[in-house]
């Protein structure tokens, strides 16, 4: 039975919302701000967070920037009735997997919530080797980048992206290719997702000039070693 933690700050939208969930065969955790929530997320480890973004004490956003310094893999759902780019955009940088615009049906938050459970990484396979990036180290397993001294932790999303990119090196990745294996579909807020997490790995990869994410444009995007 999966277990869903809610963080709703309106209660009867929450009732209903839990109710709903439980009737469908879910396990639900119900937190009225996002504080409560945090303290819930640390004693149940739920398999998903469906929280809103306009809380007290602690909001949305806030959550879950603190939920991704503790646990890089388990999904977060927004609901909101935020909808401008920008919010959009802030909540995939930082971690967000999906987003809800209130008000919204039932049946589509339960489809979306398990369209992202369904898509929970498999257990890793053994380790055979570190992937050379320039002068980066890659350990696709273990979800490691290193530089020198330096490692950096990625997120499950994070590290199947770029071992795409690695193993298209030099060629093209397509976009829409890369969307639905990840996304399950190439919306255009799952498109924004991806600009977010290729501009993240950029980031992870400043450090050797040589090594460079090219957008092809109307395309996909291209790893240059």
Known sequence: MPTVL????????GLIVKDSLESRGFAVQF????????????????DIVVADVMMPKLDGFSLAEQIRRENTAVP???????????????????????????????????V????QLL????????????????RYQFDHPKQKLRFGAQEETLTN?????????????????????VLKELWGDNS???????????TRLRRCLKEDPQVQIVNVRGIGYKLIL
């Open 6 to 13: 809610l963080i709703e700050d309106e209660p009867s939208l």
């Open 31 to 46: 937190a009225p701000d996002g504080e409560a929530g945090l303290q819930l997320f640390r004693q149940q480890c739920p």
């Open 76 to 110: 977060i759902l927004f609901l909101t009735a935020r909808s401008q780019p920008a919010d959009v955009v802030r909540g995939f940088e930082l971690g967000g997997n999906d987003y809800l615009k209130k008000p919204f049906s039932m049946d589509e938050l339960i």
């Open 112 to 115: 979306r919530i398990k369209a």
């Open 119 to 134: 898509r929970q990484p498999a257990a890793a396979p053994a380790p055979v080797g570190l992937l050379a990036i320039g």
């Open 157 to 177: 999303r994070e590290a199947e992206l770029l071992k795409r990119l690695y193993d298209q090196r030099n060629q093209v990745l397509e976009r829409n290719a």
């Open 188 to 198: 255009f807020f799952n498109g924004r997702s991806l600009d977010v997490f290729i």
